[in-house]
């Protein structure tokens, strides 16, 4: 069997062993997600506040939402450990929403990318699509795809070549279905589209300063830029 698929089968099992008997992480949390990591480089109460108070949607996330599952409506379904293994043997692959695992210095992180592209029997894409008005990514964005890259190097995989693309799609617009894997592949400079080479090291400090918080070492820390507390669903109870 591939190392990588290996290690990532001994995750799995791992992390089910973990979801059984109860996690050690903060909230009893067997694992710590991708998208939870990106979202305390937005704001680190805010995560913690959807842990102790609970999840509120507003409309603008739930129309998110659903243009998203458009976007990836059409992933085939099957088994994540045949499409790695498939992927490993060198077929070419586009891989929706597969979900990830491995560990890191004994903390589970996981994580679903939008799209993962494999050539050559090793990973050549991470693809993150996020519906904003904005026309450059956040620091957070680029977080969350390095936070996927990692993964895949943690693996064992050859990342030689990985690249990761974010596509910023404006709320209200069409996304290009047909254009997208052009897009990622080839970087066209178009605008919203952004293909990146992974920074490896400063990926590793944003993941250490995130998992300290999961692991209990220090305490949540309120977002810096302040304008985002003003349309913060948490804000009576943070500020109040
Ligand atoms: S009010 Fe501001 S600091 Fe508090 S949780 Fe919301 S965004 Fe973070």
Redesign the pocket.
């Known amino acids: 069997m591939f190392a990588p698929l290996s290690r990532y089968l001994q995750a799995l099992s791992e992390l089910s062993r973990l979801r059984r008997e109860g996690g050690n992480l903060r909230f009893g949390l067997p694992s710590v997600s991708a998208s939870d990591i990106a979202s305390q480089f937005y704001?680190e109460?805010?995560v913690e506040?959807r842990y102790t108070v609970g999840r509120v949607r507003t409309p603008e996330m739930v129309e998110g939402e659903n243009r998203h599952a458009k976007l990836v409506e059409k992933a085939i379904q099957k088994p994540p450990e045949q499409i790695l293994r498939e992927a490993l043997e060198g077929k070419p692959v586009w891989a929706s929403e597969l979900f990830l695992a491995s560990r890191f210095g004994g903390v589970l992180v996981t994580g679903k990318p939008d799209a993962l592209v494999f050539q050559g029997g090793r990973p050549v894409r991470v693809v993150e699509y996020k519906f904003t008005g904005s026309r450059i990514p956040a620091h957070y964005h680029h977080v969350q795809a390095r936070i996927y890259c990692l993964i895949l190097r943690s693996l064992g995989m050859d990342t030689s070549d990985l690249r990761y693309a974010i596509l910023l799609l404006p709320p209200s617009s069409v996304p290009p279905f047909d254009r997208i894997s052009e897009l990622v592949m080839q970087g066209t400079g178009e605008e919203g589209v952004f293909l990146c080479e992974p920074d490896w090291e400063r990926g590793r400090r944003e993941l250490a300063w995130a998992l300290a918080y999961w692991r209990g070492r220090r305490e949540a820390q309120?977002?810096a830029t302040r304008s985002?507390?003003g349309f913060?669903e948490?804000?009576e109870r943070?500020?109040g």
């Open positions: 704001c109460r805010k506040f309120p977002t985002r507390c913060c948490y804000r943070c500020l």
